[in-house]
Structures are given as C-alpha cells and as structure tokens.
C-alpha cells in the first residue's frame, strides 16, 4: 500500500511538472503533442549553429534584401547582413548584459539588448532575443505563445509578444529537422528568412 501511494504521489508530481513546462504554450493543429514535445526537447539543447541563407525585410522607411550569415554559440551570437536596404553591411554581435552594432560607413553602437540597439539604429523592432528560439522551430519560454502543429508535430505557426510567425518549410540536418523558410510578421515589420545551409551543433550545457 505505502509503495502504491510513492508511485500515486511520484506520477502526481510528474505531471505537474510536465504542466508547469507547457503552460504557457496553447498546442493546436493536426501534430502530436507527445512527438512535439520531444521534437521540442531535442531542438532546446540545440546550442550552437552556423546559418547561410537571404533575409528580405519589408518596414514602413525601408524594404530590400540581402544575406545572412548567424554563427550561435551558447550565450554568443555573431549576426551579419550584407547589403540589406541599400545600407551596406550590418554586424550584430552579443551576449548577455551587452550588444554591439557595426553598420559599414556609419561607426560601431552599443547598447544592453539587441532590440533596443536595431530600433535606435536601424528603425526595426525586431525581437532577436526570441529570434534565438523562433529561428530552431520553437517558441520563446519567457512568454505566452500559440502554437499550431504540422501533420508532423513540427511548427507550422507560433503567435508571441504581438508577432505572427509561419514556417514554410524544413529540412534535415544532422537527425535536426530545422526551419528553412520562414515569415515573421510584426505590427510595422515583414520579415522573410530563406536558410540555405544549416550548420546545427551541440556544444554542451
């Protein structure tokens, strides 16, 4: 009897555990939530990367086009664009407590977060911080999000903070099935990332 309540009272916890970690996700659509839930843990460990591929932005000041190239590892990110809106190049680089932006003929800024740094600078609010978790297929933990699921329990689309964003289509590298055409869709910005080459690694915890 003593044995059969600790399995009662363990499965209990379990699954308020399992509850805490989902609760600020709303799962719809056609996928498994069992298969998204692994599908997700899998990519969560996903700490490292290097991404090739073109970004187009379409904002109320400026549209265009260029190339993207993201190098993440762990807490640091390295992200350029070249060419993008008739501005030349463009580096974003960070980590936690500090952002610098390199724009060519313009100079080097510096601030404490990546969305303050772009707004200042380039006029976009564009949420990097979750780009970090949007760009793996997943939805940022530190806010509520809508999720609707593919037939293959992967995310066709995620609404969070007030965007819209729909995933296109996948590919597989490395066991990863990884985003590989995506639109975001903000209040004042449109912005659609094609990724040519995905280059995932797991560098630990």
């Not at 030349?88 to 003929?105: F, Q, Y």
């Not at 740094?117 to 997943?138: F, I, T």
């Not at 609404?159 to 055409?181: A, F, K």
Request: hydrophobic fraction near 35%.
């Amino acid at each position: 009897m003593f044995l059969r309540h600790v399995v009662v009272f363990s499965l209990i916890a379990l699954l308020a555990g399992c509850a805490g970690l989902t609760s600020r996700e709303a799962v719809e659509g056609k996928g498994d939530p069992a298969q998204w839930r692994q599908h997700k843990e899998q990519l969560t460990n996903l700490d490292g990367w290097q991404i090739n591929g073109k970004v187009g932005i379409r904002a109320p000041k400026d549209s265009g086009s260029g190339t993207l190239f993201w190098l993440q590892r762990q807490d640091y990110y390295d992200i350029r664009l070249s060419g993008p809106l008739g501005r030349g190049a463009a580096r974003l680089t960070g980590r936690p407590g500090g952002v610098a932006l390199e724009v060519a003929n313009q100079g080097r800024y510096e601030a404490p977060t990546p969305e303050t740094l772009l707004e200042e600078q380039l006029g976009w609010k564009l949420p990097v911080s979750h780009l970090v978790w949007w760009v793996r297929g997943l939805p940022a933990p530190d806010s509520k999000s809508r999720l609707t699921l593919d037939g293959d329990s992967r995310l066709a689309s995620l609404e969070q903070d007030g965007w819209q964003v729909e995933y296109l289509s996948y590919v597989e590298q490395n066991g990863y099935w990884l985003p590989e055409r995506v639109k975001l869709h903000g209040q004042d910005l449109d912005v659609t990332l094609v990724i040519k080459d995905w280059q995932p690694r797991k560098l630990g915890q």
